[in-house]
């Protein structure tokens, strides 16, 4: 297909530009399903919101599309379409169409799931996290059709669809071995994360992974009167307090044993491209909930404390009496929620396993502590910045953004590391929303044009990647 004037070396933005109203009527349309997973009253609508997916990509032409809805995993969607050349290489692209819950709904300045265009930005429940990243990739093979005139694309594109991300993805593993044949692949390209920012978009290499849990200490078996007991007896809130305040030292290193050991450092490119992006501390400040300065692990800038460090975050605590006035007790246990954001290669079992040891040193005589985990965590996971495929990535991104792309990182987990490790091969990123897209928060909105040049490196990317991975 010839382009047009104003872009006659660029097919895949021509045919972006063409494509684009439907696209946006499209991903309107899908937007109206309220396929909250998390609210088992909205399973009937992740079933629809499945079913308006493979629709639409069987009225796209995909020869192979399949809804997978045998449970116990919400539905997803899987499609395929061959490339022409059986030798091209197969690449997975992995995205959700579940949507988190929309409390406070009275906050939305238009109702959630009644998509509102206003300007270039597109309001709805999924606009940004996950639909509209999914939407930008049945356009980018759209486009990747028409750019090169072909029936088929240049790689095997797969399409791995998942109805449970927002839940914590707890049934992809039985997904993922029940379909080892199907999502097989050379390369994933996972689509649920954000650009740095609109003027400095990025190619994100690497997420967090986490582990949770709840420490529970308990002194006797009930509260006790503090004028009566009180100084005779272990606390156990204060030692709980002694616990939490020996988790960091004043530089705001972990304390857990051999915390550090396994960390890998981003290489000099990854922290000269950190280094280069824009950074504005008020924004910055604003955006984490109007906190008043910046903090954290010393000799590392904010973003590479956000990137590439571990953590450990209090999430809550309590315990005793918290009512209102006072009441003079010895509290008979108290409470922290503590998480960790992890980086490669640490291990959250390994983690797992430091925290109940610092737990054990930190107990007092006469106060019983207890570890409950929250699931087994999730791993981090980064991909080699020298693999071919990422080097693609970010030649797609600059062709389709007219500008230089550097590498980022989110400090958020997904299933990114658990399809490296399923399908033993590279997970790239490539995403076009944005970080203040307010995902899981009220007004959330995906801009459209982002999408747009998304849609367009996406395609770039099906026309490079068989030379590139060669
Ligand atoms: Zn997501």
Same mark, same amino acid.
């Given at each position: 297909?010839?382009?047009?004037?104003?872009?006659?070396?660029?097919?895949?933005?021509?045919?972006?530009?063409?494509?684009?109203?439907?696209?946006?009527?499209?991903?309107?349309?899908?937007?109206?399903?309220?396929?909250?997973?998390?609210?088992?009253?909205?399973?009937?609508?992740?079933?629809?919101?499945?079913?308006?997916?493979?629709?639409?990509?069987?009225?796209?032409?995909?020869?192979?599309?399949?809804?997978?809805?045998?449970?116990?995993?919400?539905?997803?969607?899987?499609?395929?379409?061959?490339?022409?050349?059986?030798?091209?290489?197969?690449?997975?692209?992995?995205?959700?169409?579940?949507?988190?819950?929309?409390?406070?709904?009275?906050?939305?300045?238009?109702?959630?799931?009644?998509?509102?265009?206003?300007?270039?930005?597109?309001?709805?429940?999924?606009?940004?996290?996950?639909?509209?990243?999914?939407?930008?990739?049945?356009?980018?093979?759209?486009?990747?059709?028409?750019?090169?005139?072909?029936?088929?694309?240049?790689?095997?594109?797969?399409?791995?669809?998942?109805?449970?991300?927002?839940?914590?993805?707890?049934?992809?593993?039985?997904?993922?071995?029940?379909?080892?044949?199907?999502?097989?692949?050379?390369?994933?390209?996972?689509?649920?994360?954000?650009?740095?920012?609109?003027?400095?978009?990025?190619?994100?290499?690497?997420?967090?992974?986490?582990?949770?849990?709840?420490?529970?200490?308990?002194?006797?078996?009930?509260?006790?009167?503090?004028?009566?007991?009180?100084?005779?007896?272990?606390? $156990? =809130?204060? *030692?709980?307090?002694? +616990?939490?305040?020996? /988790?960091?030292? #004043?530089?705001?290193?972990? @304390?857990?044993? %051999?915390?550090?050991?396994?960390?890998?450092?981003?290489?000099?490119?990854?922290?000269?491209?950190?280094?280069?992006?824009?950074?504005?501390?008020?924004?910055?400040?604003?955006?984490?909930?109007?906190?008043?300065?910046?903090?954290?692990?010393?000799?590392?800038?904010?973003?590479?404390?956000?990137?590439?460090?571990?953590?450990?975050?209090?999430?809550?605590?309590?315990?005793?009496?918290?009512?209102?006035?006072?009441?003079?007790?010895? $509290? =008979?246990? *108290?409470?922290?929620? +503590?998480?960790?954001? /992890?980086?490669? #290669?640490?291990?959250?079992? @390994?983690?797992? %396993?430091?925290?109940?040891?610092?737990?054990?040193?930190?107990?007092?005589?006469?106060?019983?502590?207890?570890?409950?985990?929250?699931?087994?965590?999730?791993?981090?996971?980064?991909?080699?910045?020298?693999?071919?495929?990422?080097?693609?990535?970010?030649?797609?991104?600059?062709?389709?953004?007219?500008?230089?792309?550097?590498?980022?990182?989110?400090?958020?987990?997904?299933?990114?590391?658990?399809?490296?490790?399923?399908?033993?091969? $590279?997970?790239?990123?490539?995403?076009?929303?944005?970080?203040?897209?307010?995902?899981?928060?009220?007004?959330? @909105?995906?801009?459209?044009?982002?999408?747009?040049?998304?849609?367009?490196?996406?395609?770039?990317?099906?026309?490079?990647?068989?030379?590139?991975?060669?």
């Amino acid at each position: 297909m010839s382009g047009d004037p104003e872009h006659p070396d660029r097919p895949e933005r021509t045919a972006v530009a063409a494509l684009a109203d439907d696209f946006v009527a499209g991903l309107r349309d899908w937007l109206t399903i309220p396929s909250i997973g998390a609210d088992p009253a909205h399973h009937g609508d992740v079933a629809r919101s499945a079913r308006w997916l493979a629709d639409t990509l069987r009225a796209d032409g995909w020869p192979d599309v399949r809804v997978w809805d045998s449970g116990p995993a919400l539905p997803a969607v899987y499609a395929c379409w061959p490339a022409a050349d059986p030798d091209a290489p197969t690449v997975l692209v992995y995205g959700h169409h579940d949507v988190q819950p929309v409390d406070p709904v009275e906050l939305w300045r238009h109702p959630p799931f009644e998509p509102a265009l206003v300007g270039e930005e597109l309001f709805g429940r999924g606009a940004s996290d996950d639909k509209g990243q999914v939407a930008m990739h049945l356009l980018g093979v759209k486009a990747h059709l028409a750019a090169t005139g072909a029936s088929a694309p240049a790689v095997t594109i797969k399409l791995f669809v998942e109805g449970e991300e927002e839940s914590g993805s707890p049934h992809i593993t039985k997904l993922l071995d029940e379909h080892r044949d199907e999502l097989a692949c050379d390369l994933v390209v996972f689509s649920d994360t954000p650009l740095y920012s609109r003027d400095a978009p990025t190619v994100c290499t690497g997420q967090r992974g986490v582990y949770g849990a709840e420490v529970v200490f308990t002194g006797g078996g009930s509260d006790v009167h503090s004028g009566r007991a009180g100084g005779s007896v272990p606390n $156990p =809130a204060t *030692a709980l307090a002694r +616990l939490v305040a020996a /988790l960091h030292d #004043d530089e705001g290193r972990v @304390r857990l044993r %051999d915390f550090y050991a396994d960390v890998v450092e981003p290489t000099e490119r990854e922290r000269a491209d950190y280094a280069a992006l824009p950074f504005d501390e008020a924004v910055w400040l604003a955006n984490s909930g109007g906190a008043q300065v910046l903090a954290g692990e010393a000799g590392w800038s904010t973003l590479e404390r956000v990137w590439v460090r571990p953590t450990a975050e209090v999430n809550g605590i309590f315990g005793g009496y918290t009512g209102p006035g006072l009441k003079t007790i010895v $509290p =008979a246990s *108290a409470s922290v929620k +503590l998480s960790f954001r /992890l980086v490669p #290669d640490q291990d959250p079992e @390994r983690i797992a %396993d430091a925290l109940r040891e610092f737990v054990a040193a930190h107990t007092p005589d006469g106060v019983r502590s207890e570890v409950i985990a929250a699931g087994d965590g999730a791993p981090p996971y980064a991909v080699d910045v020298s693999h071919p495929a990422v080097g693609a990535v970010r030649d797609a991104l600059e062709a389709a953004f007219d500008q230089p792309v550097r590498y980022s990182r989110t400090g958020g987990s997904g299933p990114a590391a658990l399809l490296h490790g399923w399908l033993g091969v $590279p997970v790239v990123y490539l995403g076009a929303t944005l970080p203040d897209d307010r995902i899981h928060a009220p007004n959330e @909105r995906v801009v459209v044009p982002l999408l747009l040049r998304g849609a367009e490196a996406a395609a770039r990317l099906w026309r490079l990647l068989p030379e590139r991975l060669r």
